[in-house]
């Protein structure tokens, strides 16, 4: 397929997603500053923010309305407008946790789903060769939109009126789609949804049938390269005693540079190695980088290192797994919002339960414990991925597809 004269340039479209990421943005960081900021007992913030992000599993199971009725554009921006108001919603009862909770998690669970109609919608639009650097600037605006999200929650809530404040955080976050109309729509699929959900358990038995969808599925669901230490060292600071402005300072613009530079060197790693190999081996150098932490000195000079080292190598394999997800469901797909559904919530699987190991490996052994298990678990699942792809003889080993950023 030939990119049309009217389409925008591909980083254009991939700034698309930092709705998705703005929102991610708000229910990982954000999200728990508020609640803490009414003394609520950390237990507490816990539980909410893992039922806030719970929709990332199990949304999925609704996909299949995305590929049928109304087109992807659409169910996009619908979708993406109903988790702005959901936003809103929270924002204006933030002291009420039940409500506050309830927007959060609708929220949450439409922003995932309008994620899923946009990229499957894009995928019928792009060429084939473009896959690997909108996969790195889809990356790019989920990390940048996070950032964005996370200052300006911060600053909107402080100093503005809890209405003034609900009202733009909702603007920003629909901001990305006004780019939507200047991106080609295919037309709708004319198909009930029963059809749909008919043909989507048909389809995930014909995708279970082919050799790179399950190899996909099983090194999403795999801690191969989740890098879940991303989401755990930020929050280490006094540990390595570093001052709240060095913490602030790396937590914000550091995290948000070391994403965007692991996001667009990916496409040029990509000519050397094929995708699925690459995957594994930035997630073995990514586990060696974790072992070599027990090494470095608990200062902030070390906080730095340790912060940005593994959010860098969080946003190559992020990056790496939007391109194998592209990959793996191809083009004119009549069912590609719901198969961009099932791997990404097998994505985020192992991101979850590896959050809980390192939790659990901290309290017991420190954050020795929790590099060291990370590390050799992940090790370990890229190990046996390696023997599995040698073994299975994947078509793409030894593809070389990359282009620059």
């Known amino acids: 397929m030939k990119l049309r004269k009217t389409m925008p340039p591909v980083w254009l479209m991939g700034m698309t997603n930092a709705t998705f990421g703005m929102y991610i943005g708000f229910a990982a960081i954000s999200l728990p500053q508020l609640l803490a900021e009414q003394h609520l007992p950390e237990a507490q913030v816990t539980r909410v923010t893992a039922l806030c ?10 996909s299949p309305m995305l590929d049928v009725r109304f087109s992807r554009r659409r169910y996009a921006a619908l979708l993406a407008a109903g988790a702005a108001i ?10 009420q946790l039940a409500v506050f909770e309830g927007a959060l998690i609708a929220g949450v669970a439409m922003v995932n789903l309008s994620s899923n109609a946009l990229f499957g919608w894009l995928s019928s639009v792009l060429p084939k060769e473009e896959d690997t ?23 909107c809530v402080q100093r503005l009126p809890l209405t003034v404040a609900a009202v733009l955080l909702g603007l920003l976050v629909m901001l990305p789609t006004l780019i939507y109309p200047w991106i080609p729509a295919p037309g709708p699929d004319r198909r009930l949804a029963k059809e749909s959900f008919a043909g989507f358990f048909k389809e ?12 996909a599925l099983a090194m999403f669901a795999l801690p191969s390269a989740s890098f879940a230490l991303a989401n755990v060292v930020g929050g280490l600071g006094d540990l390595y005693h570093a001052s709240v402005h060095t913490v602030s300072l790396v937590g914000g613009v550091g995290i948000v540079i070391a994403g965007t530079v692991g996001s667009l060197v990916y496409p040029r790693l990509t000519r050397a190695m094929a995708l699925r190999p690459l995957y594994l081996a930035i997630g073995v150098v990514g ?3 974790s072992l070599c932490l027990l090494r470095v000195a608990h200062t902030s000079a070390g906080f730095v290192v340790a912060t940005l080292g593994e959010n860098t190598f969080q946003a190559l394999a992020i990056t790496g797994a939007f391109a194998i997800q592209f990959e793996t469901v ?18 985020n699987v192992s991101t979850t339960y590896m959050i809980w190991i390192d939790g659990q490996a901290f309290a017991r052994h420190g954050v020795q414990g929790s590099y060291a298990t990370d590390a050799v678990l992940g090790l370990t699942a890229c190990l046996l991925l390696g023997v599995a792809l040698r073994w299975l003889g994947d078509g793409e080993r030894g593809r070389k597809s990359g282009v620059a950023a």
Not at 86 to 95: E, G, M, P, Q, T
């Open 204 to 215: 995930l038995l014909q995708l279970l049938g082919q050799r790179k969808v399950v190899f």
């Open 86 to 95: 959901a936003l809103c919603v929270a924002v204006l009862h933030v002291h």
């Open 133 to 155: 650097r909108m996969s790195a600037w889809a990356n790019v605006a989920n990390i940048g939109g996070s950032g964005v999200m996370v200052i300006a929650a911060g600053e």
């Open 53 to 62: 992000f719970s929709p990332l599993f199990w949304s999925f199971l609704v």
């Open 330 to 347: 191809g083009q004119d797909n009549p069912l590609a919002a719901t198969a961009f559904s099932v791997l990404y919530a097998a994505l």
């Open 287 to 289: 586990a060696c980088f």
